[in-house]
């Protein structure tokens, strides 16, 4: 009976312990898994952050440069104006003093100037703030102990203009130091170093708040959320940081932080993640914090990086409560199971010693049915992590490749893209998807990057199978296997094709608007060539009469020939103002507004007579002003071909066009009104879009008004706005749409 009892027990025993030793090692290898995948995903998640601020700044460096550039390209001409007039009858200090009487009317933005000095003796000649003028450039250092002149002097030896970047007080705020990005030139003849630039402090601050709107507003599980902080001191203390972003903790935004909180565990955790920022720039750390929707902290794994350029810590995290959850749950199953089998083995042996080895056949039976049972359970859990693993692989862009390129893993995402089956990929090299247009020196940049254990971040251009391209950003790391050792790459891909999209419509439609201008430009050619062709055709067919009739004499050929050659001078005025009009090369110059005026009437005398209209203008003829006259020439025309085709379809008898020009407020403003009823109130808010037009098809685009404010605006920057206006004219009320351009003096 005891070796009954004893045998049972053991095979009891036996089956419990194999159980638990089996299900104990797929619970580990669960946890590896989730482990593995949840970091990668918050990992890959800051990096984007990272990659996506990176992509800003680089973005608006290269466009505060472009403005750069054409103000100093404005200041070059205006200088070598002035010393071409004066070289020969003014001294250099008199043609240095028109210099700085000219630089210092030219102002952009608030804080917006130029600057000059003499090269070769160091001295300031103009500056908007009066104390540095005279002064020696030699002793300007700014608060990172940059030498300026100095830093100028370098930038210039190899370049025609030079960027550099200071920091440099603002007129506005004499008491402190900004962030600026100049740029500098040399004007040889003179022997002055031109400058200007642009403070990046509200440029940057944009870019911040764009970016935390960008991330806040991404929709996350509730457990892996971004949050952002401003770092102040990396060697901690108290307000070491303030939080720029945490879904989980509204109440902390804009709070400074302490790192001597410690975690439910009693760690300092704050201090560790920044003892890890200072070691290594990024990392892993293991630490508890409050869970969303929930007042108790729970262990939690999260991923920091520090963005230096703008001192912020990235980071994202998830929380260990799933796993545990479904560890938990296991183990329990395990624990209920024992202790119901333990007693169930004891009762039976009790009450039915005499049936001991039927019994004990019967409960190892029992056994080892609930082990397949609970393997089965495994399985199904291993299916479904199989099945996480397939959405990842249908909606993320993955592919890894072996040391020497060529790929061992495409997700289903990455197939879906670029069309080739997963056979067809694996094995193959990465290059098979390599687009012509791309430069080999873009991807030597990055075999560069990659095999030197580095992050490569980038927008490549990919070939699809059927011949077609597509556009994404690109994130792509060394992988390494459990020892260390380095075995491959991975790269996660963002679809960016729409954007490169949208990007080359919005140059279509610039073009559409040029197009269209050059258009209404043709046409008031064309009707205004027609009377003048009129005139040397009906003096050709006289000529030709009086000669089949013999009645042509010395003096009919004088008079004719006169009003042909006439007539053919008027034509070739027409020409050479339409020629200016469409000429793209733009450059600033100083004239005045009545002459750019007569221009825009000239252009259409025709229009003006075929249709009655009576032209009113008030402008001073000494008024002047430095920009594109071109442009204003096209919004003139514009403008004056909506109101003549508002007269005809009012059908009105008496038709009105007043212009005036005037100074207020050190601004330049251009009025032009009509009196043909006005603009319905419904659309005056819309008819600068594109394409918006009350007009057939075959009457207007609808780009005529929307060139007109991207020629104000972007080009000029001025405004423009419109109205509806009544007023009285010769004792007569009259009703029309007002424009009102304003441009800076």
């Not at 999260?302 to 479904?326: C, M």
Request: charged residues 25%.
């Amino acid at each position: 009976m005891i070796s009954i009892i004893f045998i049972s027990s053991t095979n009891a025993y036996i089956n419990i312990y194999t159980f638990k030793k089996h299900t104990d090692k797929d619970i580990q290898s669960l946890k590896d898994t989730y482990l593995r995948e949840h970091q990668e995903k918050i990992k890959s998640q800051v990096d984007t952050v990272i990659q996506t601020i990176d992509f800003q700044i680089n973005k608006v460096e290269e466009f505060t440069k472009e403005r750069l550039n054409e103000r100093i390209q404005t200041a070059l001409k205006m200088v070598n104006f002035i010393y071409s007039q004066k070289k020969d009858t003014f001294t250099r200090e008199q043609m240095l003093k028109l210099v700085s009487k000219h630089f210092s009317v030219l102002t952009y933005d608030k804080d917006g100037y130029l600057f000059a000095y003499k090269t070769k003796e160091k001295i300031m000649i103009y500056h908007p703030t009066k104390k540095f003028i005279g002064k020696d450039i030699s002793k300007f250092k700014d608060k990172k102990n940059q030498n300026l002149s100095q830093l100028y002097a370098n930038k210039l030896l190899n370049n025609k203009i030079a960027y550099a970047k200071i920091f440099f007080t603002k007129p506005s705020d004499t008491t402190r130091q900004y962030p600026k990005l100049v740029a500098i030139t040399k004007f040889e003849p003179l022997g002055i170093t031109i400058g200007t630039g642009i403070y990046l402090d509200e440029i940057t601050a944009k870019v911040k708040k764009l970016v935390l709107e960008q991330f806040n507003n991404n929709k996350m599980d509730k457990n892996s959320y971004l949050f952002f902080m401003k770092l102040n001191n990396i060697n901690g203390g108290i307000n070491y940081a303030s939080m720029l972003m945490n879904p989980n903790r509204p109440e902390l935004i804009g709070k400074q932080l302490d790192d001597s909180v410690k975690d439910a565990s009693g760690k300092y955790y704050r201090k560790d993640y920044l003892k890890l920022l200072r070691k290594k720039g990024n990392g892993f750390l293991k630490y508890y914090y409050k869970k969303p929707y929930v007042d108790v902290q729970k262990p939690k794994m999260s991923y920091f990086t520090l963005q230096k350029k703008w001192n912020w810590i990235i980071a994202s995290g998830f929380y260990y409560d799933d796993l545990d959850k479904e560890i938990s749950k296991i183990r329990n199953e395990l624990e209920k199971y024992s202790n119901k089998v333990i007693m169930k083995t004891l009762t039976w042996i009790l009450l039915l010693s005499l049936f001991s080895i039927v019994i004990a056949i019967y409960i190892s039976s029992r056994i080892n049915k609930r082990i397949i049972s609970y393997t089965t359970r495994i399985e199904e859990l291993n299916t479904e992590l199989k099945n996480s693993m397939k959405i990842i692989s249908e909606h993320v862009v993955i592919s890894k490749t072996n040391l020497k390129g060529k790929i061992i893993y495409a997700s289903d995402a990455f197939c879906k893209l670029s069309g080739y089956s997963k056979n067809e990929l694996v094995g193959k090299p990465h290059n098979i998807v390599r687009h012509p247009d791309m430069p080999k020196s873009a991807f030597k940049d990055l075999w560069t990057t990659i095999k030197d254990n580095k992050t490569w971040n980038g927008e490549v251009k990919n070939l699809k199978k059927d011949g077609s391209f597509y556009w994404f950003i690109a994130n792509i790391s060394p992988e390494y296997d459990i020892k260390g050792k380095k075995v491959g790459y991975m790269a996660i891909r963002t679809d960016i094709t729409a954007k490169k999209q949208y990007e080359d419509e919005h140059k279509k439609l610039i073009q559409s608007e040029k197009l269209a201008s050059m258009g209404e430009l043709v046409g008031n050619i064309a009707h205004q060539w027609r009377q003048p062709l009129s005139v040397i055709a009906t003096a050709a067919s006289a000529l030709k009469l009086k000669k089949e009739l013999d009645m042509l004499e010395k003096n009919d050929i004088i008079e004719y020939s006169d009003k042909i050659e006439s007539t053919a001078q008027t034509l070739s005025k027409t020409i050479d103002s339409f020629k200016t009009i469409i000429n793209e090369n733009k450059i600033k110059t100083l004239f005045l507004l009545s002459d750019e005026l007569s221009t825009f009437k000239h252009l259409v005398q025709e229009d003006i007579k075929d249709n009655d209209i009576n032209i009113i203008t008030q402008i001073d003829n000494n008024l002047e002003i430095f920009g594109y006259e071109n442009d204003l020439t096209k919004c003139y025309i514009n403008i004056f071909n909506n109101s003549k085709d508002a007269f005809i379809q009012n059908n009105l008898h008496t038709k009105l066009v007043f212009i005036t020009g005037e100074i207020i407020d050190n601004n330049i403003i251009i009025t032009f009104k009509d009196n043909a009823g006005g603009i319905d109130k419904d659309i005056i808010n819309k008819i600068f879009e594109p394409y918006f037009t009350t007009k057939h098809q075959s009457q207007g685009t609808g780009l005529g008004l929307s060139m007109i404010y991207n020629l104000i605006i972007n080009d000029m920057n001025g405004l423009i706005e419109v109205s509806n206006a009544v007023y009285t004219y010769e004792d007569i009320e009259y009703r029309g749409a007002e424009f009102k351009i304003i441009l800076p003096l």
